[in-house]
Structure formats: structure tokens, C-alpha cells
């Protein structure tokens, strides 16, 4: 099944909706939005330079620092009375950075979600148990309203409190579970130990999982374990949330609604676009956002993209899963995590340095975190009383400013390990 005749457009027709919409938002950017005033005076380029969606090379990228600079709504193009959602993720410096939603922003968003459900075989006689965050991360509450579109019921479990996940997926009758794929394998995990059958205690036909980098052995795991089909979503906040691209029947990779979401991809080291098929970072320009569209955003994340049809019927271009990040980014059970906010939190808090060092590994399926950070010479490490203050300090602000948890290890100066001099930052341990 096919949501809209959008998502099967002959290539000329889609690229002339693309020149249209483009061009829009160069105007609408340039006319209001400081940022991409200067941005593109520096540059010496003015919207009547965009002729076609082929002259998108000519603007300039935009960063996550950039939304950071202009905390909170210096990148709105739309003033406040004209926005009905705000989002946020963690920011390095303590501030987050935020998006906004006008009414037609919101249309979009349940547009290209209610796209997701349907290639996922998802409809009205559904039910739907997502076990997504929700709160000021995008993830729940943009599955959960994609879902209300196509009319299935939805169940907001959110995440956490696995047990009774359990009894409400089984008791419902969820037929569709959306969560973290690393969260599905701990359910299941859960509930062989509580004594569930998973074939016949359960009806679920699909699951949509995202928010984390997933192997392919891991994500048949997911399929094996539960007895069902999967597949894979993607999406960013600084874009629209979940729903930038997602798989069908017919394909591992991963649909890119490019009606609304214009991809690139570019070396990660030098900013020259790659052609089809060759592996780079993806670049992503939003076509139709009102309240803050993002032109040319460098998302981080490694992948290549295929514009062959689909056998599904689809013509959108399909983009691989994520193959790696172009910088140091985490992401830890679907939050993203930058070694440069950990240290801004270590910066505040008294009796420590900054040399520090992450590991990242599983407890069971899921990701855990531990944080190792050197105490000051005047530390003594007996004062047992003090250390384990320190520690919950640090555990306090981390949760309060990143959202995540982390066991926190004191230890004595010099005691990290060093790479040059310098104490090596992370060790990601989960792909052993």
C-alpha cells in the first residue's frame, strides 16, 4: 500500500516540485532569517541565483552549532504566535537545541509518518504500542500522531517499566511495536524470563525501529526473537523528527520522502557532493518546513544513496542505513551524546579535572554508560563520604542536562589512559 501519490512521482515531475519548493524557502530564509542573510551575503549569493533543485550545491551547509548560536529561536522563520510545538535535544553548553512547529509544519510531520505506517503494512485495524520517549525528544509523539493518522490505536507506553509493557502489549493485543531496537531485544529478553511465549503470547505482526545505529545481524535478532517483520525509520529532530526516510517490503534500505527532504551526499572532510552510490555524510534540506526550514544541514551521518525504483512502486531514493557518524557523537538507547557536553558538565563540578574517558557497552540489550574522570591532586581518594557526593553530583547534572544516565568512576590522577598526551575520550565497546 501507498500513502500518498507523492511517494510515486516520475523523477522530472518530482525534481520540478523539488525546484518549486526550494526556491520557496530560499526566499522565505533569506528574507527573514539573519542567520542565512549573512550566511549567504557571504557567499555572494541572493535567491534568484536558484534556478533548479541542481543549483542546491551553490547554498551554504548549515551545522547543529549553528541552531546552538542562535538559541532559542533565532533560526525561526516564523514568528511565535505562529508556532504550536516546540522540541528540543541536549546542547553542549547546558542550552538545547531547539525546534519549532507551526500547524502546517505539524501536517507534514503526521503526513510522512502516516507514509511510514503504511509501508510498514500498518493501518486501522492496528494496534500500535510504542514504546518511544516521549517528552521534548521528537521520537514518541511524532510516532505516536503518524499512527492517529492512519487510524490505528495507539498504546503510549513510552519507555521504561518493561514488566508491565509486557502485560499491556499482551493484553491489548498490539499488533505493531515501535521502539529502539535495542528496547525490543530487552522486552523480549524480559519477558522469556517472566515466562511469556512470544509466538503465542503475543500478537505482533511488525515493529518500527530507529534512534540507534543497528547491525544488520542485530536487527534479525529482533525479527527472529518476536516472530516478525522489520523496519527501519530514520530521522533527526533539526529536520522534522522521525520520518525522514523509512524501509517497505521490498527493500532494506530506506525511502527518503524527498518531496519534503532534499538529500545530499558530501565528503565529510572537504563538502564536494558525491555522486549515487558512493558513501559519504548526508546532507539534508528542508523543502516545506514553515517554522524552521534548515538548508543544506550536515546530519553526521554516513550512508550512500540508490535512486533506482523500488519494486515496491516508489521512486523516492533510498539511502542505506547509517553506517557510521563523521564526528564523535554517541548515541546511547536513542540519545545523542557528544564527548564535548559531558565535558562542559565535568567543567562545573568541583574536585575533578577534565581528563576523562566514556565507555559505551551493553548491559544485556541495552546501552549502558560509564564515565571515568580523574580527581584533583587535593582530592584524597579515602574520603569515601566526599567521593561518592562528587559522584552523584556529577550522575545529577548529567541526567538533568543530557538526559542520560551514567555510572560515574573516580580515580586518580593520571590513572586514564593517554594517546599522545592527551586522555583518550571514548571507548565504544558495543560492537565487540
Given at each position: 500500500m501507498i500513502w500518498s501519490k507523492d511517494e510515486t512521482l516520475p523523477r522530472l515531475e518530482l525534481e520540478k516540485l523539488q525546484t518549486q519548493r526550494l526556491k520557496e524557502t530560499v526566499a522565505r530564509v533569506y528574507g527573514v532569517v539573519p542567520f542565512y542573510q549573512q550566511k549567504f551575503k557571504e557567499i555572494g549569493i541572493v535567491p534568484e541565483d536558484i534556478k533548479s533543485i541542481k543549483d542546491i550545491s551553490k547554498l551554504p551547509f548549515t551545522k547543529k552549532q549553528d541552531l546552538r548560536d542562535n538559541y532559542p529561536f533565532g533560526m525561526f522563520a516564523v514568528k511565535q504566535d505562529a508556532v504550536v510545538r516546540i522540541h528540543s535535544s541536549s546542547g553542549t553548553t547546558g542550552k538545547p537545541t531547539v525546534v519549532g512547529y507551526t500547524k502546517s509544519d505539524m501536517d507534514v510531520w503526521n503526513e510522512v509518518m502516516a507514509r511510514v505506517f503504511t509501508m510498514s503494512g500498518v493501518n486501522s485495524e492496528d494496534t500500535v504500542h510504542n514504546a518511544y520517549g516521549y517528552g521534548l525528544f521528537t521520537g514518541g509523539l511524532g510516532v505516536h500522531n503518524g499512527a492517529e493518522t492512519v487510524g490505528a490505536t495507539v498504546v503510549p507506553s513510552s519507555g521504561g517499566f518493561t514488566s508491565r509493557q509486557l502485560l499491556l502489549m499482551k493484553d491489548f493485543s498490539s499488533t505493531v511495536l515501535t521502539s529502539t531496537p535495542s528496547f525490543a531485544l530487552h522486552m523480549a529478553e524480559t519477558a522469556l524470563n517472566e515466562g511469556y511465549d512470544l509466538k503465542?503470547?503475543?500478537?505482533?505482526?511488525?515493529?518500527?525501529?530507529?534512534?540507534?545505529?543497528?547491525?544488520?545481524?542485530?536487527?534479525?535478532?529482533?525479527?527472529?526473537?518476536?516472530?516478525?517483520?522489520?523496519?527501519?525509520?530514520?530521522?533527526?529532530?533539526?529536520?522534522?523528527?522521525?520520518?525522514v526516510s523509512n524501509s517497505c517490503c521490498e527493500s532494506r534500505d530506506l525511502h527518503i520522502f524527498e518531496d519534503h527532504f532534499y538529500p545530499e551526499i558530501v565528503d565529510p572532510k572537504t563538502g564536494e557532493v558525491l555522486p549515487y552510490g558512493q558513501k559519504g555524510e548526508l546532507v539534508i534540506t528542508s523543502l516545506t518546513k514553515q517554522a524552521l526550514p534548515i538548508i543544506r544541514y550536515r546530519t553526521g551521518d554516513i550512508t550512500s544513496l540508490d535512486q533506482t525504483p523500488c519494486k515496491c512502486g516508489r521512486t523516492h531514493v533510498r539511502m542505506k542505513s547509517v553506517m557510521g557518524r563523521a564526528d564523535d557523537m554517541l548515541i546511547v538507547n536513542g540519545v545523542n551524546v557528544f564527548p564535548s557536553q559531558v565535558e562542559h558538565v565535568l567543567s562545573n563540578i568541583d574536585e575533578i579535572t577534565l581528563n576523562y574517558q566514556i565507555i559505551a557497552d551493553k548491559k544485556g540489550y541495552l546501552d549502558s554508560l560509564e564515565i571515568m574522570v580523574e580527581v584533583t591532586e587535593e582530592m584524597p581518594m579515602d574520603s569515601i563520604g566526599a567521593l561518592e557526593k562528587i559522584q552523584k553530583d556529577i550522575q545529577s547534572e548529567l541526567l538533568n542536562n543530557l538526559y542520560i544516565n551514567a555510572k560515574i568512576k573516580l580515580v586518580e590522577p593520571r590513572s586514564i589512559e593517554r594517546s599522545m598526551g592527551k586522555a583518550v575520550r571514548v571507548i565504544d565497546r558495543r560492537n565487540r
Open positions: 503465542k503470547d503475543f500478537k505482533l505482526k511488525c515493529g518500527i525501529f530507529g534512534a540507534e545505529p543497528t547491525s544488520t545481524g542485530l536487527k534479525e535478532e529482533v525479527a527472529r526473537v518476536w516472530g516478525i517483520d522489520y523496519y527501519e525509520i530514520y530521522g533527526l529532530s533539526e529536520i522534522i523528527g522521525p520520518g
